[in-house]
């Protein structure tokens, strides 16, 4: 089987696709174009990633790019994430795409608690305080506090639970908005997502990118959220009109914000690097060594069971 691999991927899957299949990559090619000429009828199965995966080399995976291979059958993604796949053109000319969903939940739950105390708690500043020497002269101010507060998810998927469960003995009160009414579980449905924001003082921003979801965090949101509010985004970057909270930051309209993703990674706005009260990740909520193995290993997986015209383990099947 052909696999064509657009960006450069970790290792782990290079590796693996190149000892069971005819791997051909595209990011190391004078004149990419031609080669693709030369092989699109080959190719069955394009292996690719989220683009802060794939070593910030960006391909996505549009309708045009599907049309020039006529014998795909197969995407499998790096991320769990998929917005970078045009996964409803895939699905209408039966093109399976899949991801790496189980794999990663606990690992970016982790980075999404963490990401919260801190940006609370202000330890990254803190730290830096007392690295710059300043303690010696007096203590590190005060912070807000954790406590008392009410978490409003955005998305309540399998990240989103996982977060939620992590949340509850940290004695947070959890409430949430999404697609659907989840009646299984003890948490509040807002079906409204400025009613929640209005309601909670933490936002947690946990659902699929895409344009379904693009700056569904704007200007309205913020200002609901209130001059306590803390927003936390491990999701896309695309969910949040930047802009928009940059000014509330500014004019302190809300409280805080701590952030794993960017409407363009790698690139962060300066606006927000010269801002104090946040915290910025460089989109690292998966980021741990055994988590990115286990993520690659499926990719594999899910290539080596379509290979074998197995069923792949992680379709997507939601969009
Ligand atoms: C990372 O952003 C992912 O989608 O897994």
Known sequence: MDVLMPVPLPPLIRQAMAQHFTLHTLWNQADPDALIE??????KAIVTGVA?????HQYPITSSVMQRFPNLRLIANLGVGYDNIDVSFARQHGIEVTNTPDVLTDETADTA??????????????????RAGHWL????????S?????????GLGRIGKAIAKR?????LRIVYHGRHHQTDMPYEYYPSLVDMARAVDILMIVAPGGPQTRHMINAQILQALGADGVLINIARGSLVDEEALIEALTKRTIRAAGL????NEPHVPQQLLDLDHVVLLPHIGSGSQPTRDLMCQLVVDNVLAFGKGEAVLTPVRDA
């Open 167 to 171: 949340a509850e003995p940290f004695g």
């Open 113 to 130: 608690m963490g990401l919260l105390l801190n940006t609370i708690r202000e330890f990254s500043k803190a730290e830096a305080y007392l």
């Open 260 to 263: 794993d993703v960017y409407a």
């Open 52 to 56: 802060i995966l794939a070593e910030d």
């Open 38 to 43: 030369q092989i699109a009828p080959r190719i």
């Open 146 to 154: 954790l406590r008392g507060r009410t978490m409003g998810i955005v």
């Open 137 to 144: 002269q007096k203590p590190y101010r005060l912070s807000a």
